[in-house]
């Protein structure tokens, strides 16, 4: 169980959360590209980007290590005043652009005979106090994303992407396009620009939290 935390105002932290890792290697390129090694790298290049904004920064993997969703999860809910963004590569799609998604939402309450405290949230609900966090701040990064990545959509979608699930912080997923291209440095040049939509993004949603892009 988690305590239901505030999901407004104090950020300070980013979780930069590397998709994959150890035998979970994600999307195979054709030339023989591997999402987990590339995503690590990109998020290797952001770090310095967001510290120079006066951002800590946690990665949740430092390697090639296989880490669980609750385990990338509980590295976010254990920081206070968190922002999680967890990223991938996908095998379509045209190179170079991005698209955001925050998590889609829960639906009725599952039934739950266990007694727990009250102002306690399930483990697996701990999104749920901050999808519209979470919605602001894709929308943010999604519009930052557009300027600097041309061909990427304008508006950020909603998924039950498993990874944001747990996480109790605002949290969006940033899937790049693609592992299907020859080179890798084709992708690892982008990450200059998803650094600089990121650090903008986040200044804005950490200053104006309450406001709706």
């Known amino acids: 169980m988690l305590p239901a935390q505030s999901a407004e105002g104090g950020y300070r932290t980013v979780v930069l959360d590397p998709g994959h890792g150890g035998a979970d290697s ?3 390129g054709g030339t023989g590209l591997v999402e987990k090694d590339l995503v690590l790298r990109i ?3 952001i770090v310095p980007v967001l510290e120079r904004e006066g951002w800590r920064v946690v990665l949740t993997r430092q390697g090639d290590e296989l880490r669980s969703f609750d385990e990338r999860a509980a590295v976010a809910n254990a920081e206070p005043g968190a922002v999680f963004l967890t990223l991938h590569i996908g095998s379509t799609g045209a ?5 955001v998604y925050s998590f889609a939402g829960f639906g009725s309450e599952p039934k739950d005979d266990s007694p727990r405290a009250p102002g ?8 749920q106090p901050y999808l519209e966090s979470s919605r602001r701040l894709a929308a943010l990064l999604q519009r930052e994303l557009a300027r600097r990545l041309p061909g990427s959509p304008e508006t950020p979608a909603s998924a039950a992407v498993r990874q944001l699930r747990s ?5 969006v997923a940033l899937e790049l396009a693609s592992v ?8 690892e040049a982008l990450a200059p620009a998803l650094a600089e939509a ?4 986040l200044a804005t949603f950490r200053v104006t939290p309450e406001q709706a892009p």
């Open 26 to 28: 994600g999307a195979r």
């Open 43 to 45: 998020a290797r290049n």
């Open 95 to 99: 190179l170079g652009t991005a698209r």
């Open 120 to 127: 306690l949230l399930p483990w697996e609900r701990a999104q």
């Open 167 to 171: 996480v109790a912080a605002p949290a």
């Open 180 to 187: 299907a291209v020859n080179d890798a440095r084709a992708l």
């Open 198 to 201: 990121i650090a903008r993004a």
